[in-house]
């Protein structure tokens, strides 16, 4: 089933922050974060695997709920090179164990 | 690290035509190879799973004989799409992830096939 990620898009001036976020109807074995630019491939940002987890850095972090059904990815002080399409990938359990789901992205623009 | 290469970057051929697509992990041992297709401005959908050594799983609604998969080694994997058509262009992706089944390690992709069928 695919999750839900909003917003659907995202327009920022260099140094704001944003929000995105990634709802699974039901628990997750873990969420997966990738950047894709235009016409290239995913870019990997991380793994969160424990509800409750919050990991990254200053920049750029990520948490997943208790519930492990909704995780954020947090963009702070965004810069230019931050701009583009932004995934979560789902992993539920069952036969859908070790395939991620991808969500519908949330185009990030960061204008100077 | 981590890289994966996929090659060619840009196909174009004639209705009919079959066309293979490789996907190689340069600097680690992927026992599973994914390949996905994306359309225009959506999402990434994954079309099948495979496995070195073994056939490769398909997602509902992806048909077996018109995308054949082949992963014959830990660092190759091959797709080709047979006999494609003008509704077979799309953007193929394909990723790749070291470790076991349930290791928790990322996929890495490679950077696209963008196929066009005239």
């Known amino acids: 089933q695919q999750p839900v990620q909003s917003p659907q898009a995202v327009i920022l001036r260099e140094g704001e922050d944003a929000v995105i976020n990634c709802s699974s109807s039901?628990?997750?074995?873990?969420v997966h974060w990738y950047r894709q630019k235009h016409g290239e491939a995913p870019v990997f940002l991380m793994i969160l695997l424990k509800g409750g987890e919050q990991k990254g850095h200053e920049k750029i972090s990520a948490s997943f709920n208790e519930k492990k059904q909704q995780s954020s990815l947090y963009l702070t002080a965004s810069q230019l090179s931050y701009s583009g399409t932004y995934f979560c990938g789902t992993e539920g359990g069952g036969t859908s164990y070790g395939k991620l789901t991808f969500g519908q992205g949330t185009i990030l623009t960061v204008h100077p | 690290g981590a890289v994966v290469s996929q090659h060619p970057s840009w196909v174009i051929c004639k209705s009919g035509t079959s066309v293979k697509i490789e996907c190689r992990s340069l600097?680690?041992?992927?026992?599973?190879m994914f390949w996905y297709r994306q359309f225009p401005k959506q999402s990434l959908m994954l079309m099948a799973t495979?496995?070195?050594?073994?056939?490769?799983?398909?997602e509902q609604g992806v048909e077996k004989d018109k995308f054949l998969i082949n992963h014959a080694s830990l660092t190759l994997s091959t797709l080709t799409v047979t006999s494609a058509h003008p509704e077979d262009s799309s953007f193929y992706i394909c990723?790749?992830?070291?470790?076991?089944?349930?290791?928790?390690?990322?996929?890495?992709f490679g950077d696209g096939t963008r196929l066009s069928i005239l």
């Open positions: 039901k628990a997750l074995y873990s």
């Open positions: 990723s790749a992830r070291a470790g076991t089944w349930n290791s928790n390690q990322p996929q890495h």
């Open positions: 495979s496995n070195e050594g073994s056939k490769a799983t398909y």
């Open positions: 600097d680690f041992q992927a026992t599973t």
